[in-house]
């Protein structure tokens, strides 16, 4: 019983992260403008949609430079719609995000 309660409860969350799930895109290093799309402040991890419809998933690290206005900002300056520059590295499958300059 104790398991089907475990199975149940697993199973519950399917459709909510499938609801959830959109594709993103890995781009060559470089540098790239677009809007940000979705904020995830628990994972300090932001979506930029790009003007060529790229979807960018970006997790900052310890080494991701933010700024606005030539100023380091806090992480909750990021907000959903506003307008970003981004420079990424290419590792592999994913991207490493250098520097985000919010540009509004």
Known sequence: MKNLKKLALALSF?????????????????????TIDEVEAEETEIYVKTADNKRLELYFTDSTKLTQAGSTVPFEQLK?????????????????????????
Do not use: H, M, N
Not at 14 to 26: G, I, M, R
Not at 80 to 104: F, H, S, T
């Open 80 to 104: 959903e719609g506003g307008k970003v520059e981004v420079e990424v590295k290419k590792v592999g499958k994913r991207l490493e995000p250098i520097a985000v300059k919010i540009l509004e």
């Open 14 to 34: 399917v459709p909510f992260l499938y609801a959830c799930e959109e594709s993103t895109d890995v781009v060559d290093s470089g540098t790239y403008q677009g």
